[in-house]
Nanobody, 120 residues
Framework: QVQLVESGGGLVQAGGSLRLSCAASGSISNILVMGWYRQAPGKQRELVATITSGGSIDYTDSVKGRFTISRDNARNTVYLQMNYLKPEDTAVYYC??????????????WGQGTQVTVSS
């Protein structure tokens, strides 16, 4: 029943913007950490940004100053605002979360991924 569902991916011109959303659903009592990863063809999956329940934020160096992660705990949702997109940002973006599930306890979950393609 617990799921992470991403949305907001698509095709955009270089220099453009996209906002990704990830909504967690199910018997969630607390969101501990939510973050975004990405995987380009032929590349390892890499961490893009994370935000903790306390509001601590980290970004990988390649997106600093361009991407912004935020959350809406009331809606169990995390966002990734991506500005000044570059072709090298092209990847499948995955939402990841450490959630405290009612009765079960702490568990880690992955979303299905959303494709971001940046054209020159």
């Amino acid at each position: 029943q617990v799921q992470l569902v991403e949305s907001g991916g698509g095709l955009v011109q270089a220099g453009g913007s996209l906002r990704l959303s990830c909504a967690a659903s199910g018997s969630i009592s607390n969101i501990l950490v939510m973050g975004w990863y990405r995987q380009a063809p032929g590349k390892q999956r890499e961490l893009v940004a994370t935000i903790t329940s306390g509001g601590s934020i980290d970004y990988t160096d390649s997106v600093k100053g361009r991407f912004t992660i935020s959350r809406d705990n009331a809606r169990n949702t995390v966002y990734l605002q991506m500005n000044y997109l570059k072709p090298e940002d092209t990847a499948v973006y995955y939402c990841n979360a450490d959630l405290f599930i009612l009765v079960v306890g702490r568990r880690n979950y992955w979303g299905q991924g959303t494709q971001v393609t940046v054209s020159s």
